[in-house]
């Protein structure tokens, strides 16, 4: 698990420490000290914490003139136990809300387990979301049977294209704009 870094690769484009709108700006960052744990598993030091024991994420890349934010996830997504989603929803999608952020890419291929308990945050979130959408791509089959079973597709995005896009060949305004177009022939 200490292995599995945040994508880097958009570094030249944004740094979310570097962004005096995101929730993590002036994050200082190790890169020889693990100061966070998925259990019993340290994890790489670049993930940020946003309040949950078992999931992690990196703002990867935000676009405020067209509205969209790229954040990639790590760990077991249990609203459950911890209520991660409600944790997810104030500490950091809340604050990108306000900086007028309304269309979200959460990537989630090291997400390993999804547990639910309500629906009210995705819900809430979709509410306020209202000219936008929330898509997850990449996740693991057995999480998306698990958002399926849940209900929670009626909130995320997700599903055909969403689940296998090779997202790190591309640049966040191509991976943005290829996304909005699955979206829109969707709707159409």
Request: no cysteine; charged share 25%; hydrophobic share 40%.
């Amino acid at each position: 698990m200490h292995q599995i870094e945040p994508f880097y690769l958009w570094r030249d484009d944004y740094i979310s420490a570097e962004d005096e709108r995101s929730p993590f700006y002036n994050t200082e960052y190790s890169e020889f000290y693990f100061d966070k744990q998925l259990y019993n598993y340290l994890i790489h030091p670049q993930w940020d914490a946003f309040g949950s024991n078992t999931l992690y994420i990196k703002v990867l890349f935000v676009d405020y003139d067209r509205s969209y934010a790229i954040i990639e996830m790590i760990g077991e997504w249990n609203d459950a136990i911890n209520n991660d989603i409600m944790f997810f929803k104030r500490e950091i999608i809340e604050l990108m809300m306000d900086e007028g952020i309304d269309k979200f890419i959460l990537i989630g291929e090291n997400v390993l387990n999804f547990h639910t308990s309500d629906d009210s945050y995705y819900e809430e979130w979709f509410q306020d979301v209202e000219n936008g959408w929330i898509t997850a791509i990449n996740f693991n089959e057995h999480v998306i049977d698990e958002f399926k079973i849940n209900n929670i597709d009626y909130y995320l995005n997700f599903g055909g294209e969403l689940d296998a896009l090779p997202w790190r060949t591309l640049k966040p305004l191509q991976l943005f704009k290829k996304v909005e177009e699955i979206l829109t022939k969707r709707l159409n």
